[in-house]
């Protein structure tokens, strides 16, 4: 028996304790809270000052909720293991970090009238992208033969390969023409594609190791990126035949 088989025979003896909130019931107030700041948002849609000033100050709330409900995670995965429970913790780090950004940009916006990009709230967001990637990483996932990792090596370079060009030709490139005369706000611009590439892989390998489960969602994202690929690279060529 593996370490992952262990894990999933653990997991299936927890499913009858008792959790402080279901699932639905967490979906469904999810969902009140969604909709409900939807409806302020058209309420006020007359009004920018005060749909950004609610805006600043609700998100740290609903984020900060977010990062009650991964700590409880992390706590409630020790006796699962120690790589589950440290993965957890750290996803509920990189979204705390997050929650930081959020009250940062909140007190400089709001609290002191200030521009908050580019500023401390930037280096608490961009911290949030290696952490979830890398609490991702460490998820248990199935071991897997030679087979299925060559397999697994080839669709995640299909996927990274394409996801690349198509970011580099259609966000990075017009990214760094508005933004070339501000080195530092360049770099923060840049910083955040970059950064949301890492976790796109991170979630790329999970979702890849979970084939059996995304067999057909797999398929459709190495389609999808082949043929977006496929096109940029037609128009590259179309525009060297200009020149």
């Known amino acids: 028996m593996t370490c992952y088989d262990g894990w999933l025979g653990q997991m299936s003896n927890y499913s009858g304790h008792r959790q402080v909130i279901s699932f639905r019931r967490a979906l469904m107030l999810a969902t009140f809270m969604l909709l409900g700041y939807l409806a302020l948002m058209i309420l006020l849609r007359n009004d920018q000052v005060l749909r950004t000033t609610i805006s600043d100050l609700l998100f740290p709330v609903y984020n900060g909720l977010a990062t009650v409900g991964l700590i409880y995670a992390a706590r409630s995965t020790k006796i699962f293991g120690r790589r589950l429970h440290i993965a957890w913790t750290i996803l509920a780090a990189a979204q705390l970090s997050f929650t ?22 930037d280096g608490l967001y961009l911290l949030c992208y290696p952490l979830f990637a890398a609490g991702i990483f460490l998820l248990p996932a199935k071991p897997l033969n030679r087979d299925e990792l060559l397999k697994l090596l080839l669709d995640t370079g299909i996927v990274m390969s394409s996801t690349v060009l198509v970011f580099s030709a259609f966000l990075i490139e017009p990214l760094i023409v508005a933004n070339k005369e501000d080195t530092l706000t360049l770099a923060i611009t840049l910083a955040y594609p970059v950064m949301g590439l890492i976790l796109f892989f991170g979630l790329l390998q999970l979702l890849f190791l979970y084939s059996f489960l995304f067999y057909f969602v797999r398929k459709l994202i190495i389609q999808s990126t082949e043929i977006l690929a496929g096109n940029k690279l037609i128009q590259i060529k179309k525009k060297r035949l200009n020149f």
């Open 100 to 121: 930081l950004g959020d009250v940062a940009w909140t007190v400089l916006e709001v609290g002191f009238h200030e521009e908050p990009f580019p500023s401390v709230a």
